[in-house]
């Protein structure tokens, strides 16, 4: 118990530096490369005046230090701050000027930042609104690459010589060629257009989840076949095989009490760093094609129209995503194997 | 569309999860055209990402938006062979008063969504709001504009402050929606879209807009009953939705898929849009200081050859005006084209023969955005290549493009960059005065007295056919040897929409009437 205690502590407080360093990264790179939020928000037709007003009124023109700490500031006490560009209700956000007499008074200036500030839609909830759609695609892209590549892995993993390890190298090989985009385009072409089999654009119910969830499938399951199979293959070398056999253990213990074991220690790791980083990429064209409304689709929205506030709040989830499984998957290691304990 | 909550998105994952598991086949797929006869399903390019004032914004996608919910003075339908048709909507009748003043006359019989009667008090109230040039989109209007009263049906519009004559709001008031004027003494008109127009706003969720036919539209109600649009941001994403039934309308056809979509059991409109694509040039960094490697450069460009990579999207044009736009002729004297032996002649003649001794031209174009613009650009670029121009193609993706696209006056601002211009009127103010008179310059730079003069006068002039002769031989001609800008072609809309629709019809500068559209049988 000591040693978890002290594994969490040490690891979490890792992952706050890891998360912390994401997003002052995210926060100054946003800022540093082209591309005015303002511009974004107002259109292409309005004077330069009216922009800086605006840019002055969001505190885009501050300093990005003083931009940063402001930004911690909301952030430790849980506001991930407001999107630029959707209101309340994910639509338009008040960008209307309040004026008196021809002049913006004190008073119509402040009652406009309220107006604004409590319009505009938190990052918070935009991602709540969006985060159980995309777990239900993940859930269901996992499901149907464990599906697949669980039985293909394992046996050419279990038979490396025979036809079944060829079957997982081509399958394997099939699928990481298909750039997911285009999979993505034909079968919504074939599986919806054509064969009518199946719903694909937005999102009115669980059968729009399965088209985009086969993309991913395809896109995650050779990681898993290849690593698997090889994983399997390399334990199948190991003298505890022979031993198992010379003890009169059944097939199927040594396959699946040891071996399976055995191998399921770098395919955790596999799954910790890459499969997170797979998903993740995935989840995002997969959603923007299929106009599927999670966090994937809202991030590639806020990208192209420089949504700061959501493509910041979306970073720091991911990296804090990404440090828990992490965190998550060093943890089960241990159980496997106690040799691993550090 | 049945509204989605968390409970019922798990319930539903759940049931949906279990049928799926005992190997039913998918029996919550219905196609969406099949019960889509009360509604309309159109799938929008870009967000609507501003308030519903609409003074607030110069945002093309909201502008579409609000066609639908707001009622205009007047419509102008734009079309080829009469650009200047108007069709009158709020008002019954519009004159010519004298050089500062318009007078409309108004309808009786409407009424705004939110229950106020129309009357001229809200003309006066938005006509003084929204030209304000403190808004955002006060931009589209020439100066502040004042309105009064003369009677409970007549407004009189009058140009107060500012050089520019009360006419100009005679195809001007076709732009500009019509709101409430207690919506704008109350500050209520960010809050909600409250217009007079055939749709009325009822919901907004995520990237769904859903309007439904208003009971009392002055011009009666629309034949179909709802209108839910969307914002799709892939454009293949949006042709596939209309091809499997769950979209009725797409905009932004691109040009590769045009012939597709011809294959296809579904209707494709082309309309030549109030758009010219340019390539401007900026005069304060050389080359392009001097007028003749500007003209040159014109001399350097086949546009035939562009015409053929837009295929559908592009539409031959002549000058800086769309031929759907006042004013527009296609013969303009002193028009430079393509002539590889008279530009070389002129660039020798500014000091640069075959480009010897040019400095580097930055050439900034975007992608994701116009159709085609990298594939034409790279021709663009060989072609000034071939005579001599030392070119540098920069194709940068939208929003950082246009970081740079209006920088016209930095010591790194590309010395040519490539946009089109959408305005909503017929109205040519709307193009050159940002663009090409001193005071605006916002994309071109290359100004001069004698182009500023030309503006000038042409927008002075009340009388509308005086003032299209003096837009047809001064202003054009001027446009024509300065060059602050190269007209490339007119930008063609591309729409899509299912058969059975009809009655439909799209603006030039994209918005859609639905006022009449129906489901045929």
Redesign the interface.
Known sequence: MAFVLTFLLRRLAQGIVVVFLVSFLIFALLRL?????V??????????V?LEQ?AQELGLRDPIPVQYANYIYDLVRGDLGQSY???E???????????QG?QITAEAELAREA?IKTARAPVLKLIG?GL??TL?LAGLGLLFTFLVALPLGLSGGLKPERWQAKLAFFTGSLFISLPNFWLA?VL??LI??KA????????????Y??LPAIVLAVELAPVIIRGLSVSVAGSMQQGFVDGGIVRGLPWSRIVWRHVVRNASIPMLNLFGVQIGGLLLGGVFVTE????Y?GIGKLT??AV???DFPIIQGVAILAAGVLVLVNILVDLIATYIDRRLKY | MAKTTRRTFLKGAAAAGTIAALGGKAPFYKRAHADSRKYITYLQTEPLTSSWDVSSHTILAQIYFEHHVFGKLIQTPMTENNPEQINFDLATGHKIIDEKTIEYTLRDDVYFHAGQKFGPEDVKATFEYASDPQRPAGTWYPGQAEVEIVDSRTVRVRAAKGAYPGSLFWFLSGFLPIMSADDIKNKAIGERPNGTGYYKFVSREGPTTKLVAYDKYHLGKAPIEEYISTFVGDANTRLLSLLNGEADLIERIEPEQYETLLKEKVTVARTISTENKYLHFRGHRKPFDDVRVRHAACHAINRDLLLEIMGPAGHKSVGQLSPVKFGYTDTIAGTPEYDPDRCQQLLAEAGYPKGEGMPEIEYLTSVGFYPKTKEYGELIAVMLQEQGFPVKLTVMEVAAWLDRVFDTKGPTAPQLADTGWMTGSPEPNLVVRPMWHSAGSILSNCSSPELDAAIDKQQTISDPAARKASIQTELMPALAKQMPSFGLFTSVLIHAHNNALKGLYIYPNGPMDLSKASWSA
């Open positions: 490369i082209p591309g005015d939020p511009r974004i928000m107002l259109g292409t037709n309005v004077s330069e009216t605006k560009l959707l209101g209700s994910g639509g338009a956000a008040p960008t209307a000027q309040n004026k021809g107006e609104d159980p759609f239900q385009l919504i072409l919806s257009s009518n089999l199946l719903p694909s654009i937005g999102y009115k119910g669980f059968a989840t399965i923007y094609i299929f106009d409304p590639i929205q192209l129209q420089r």
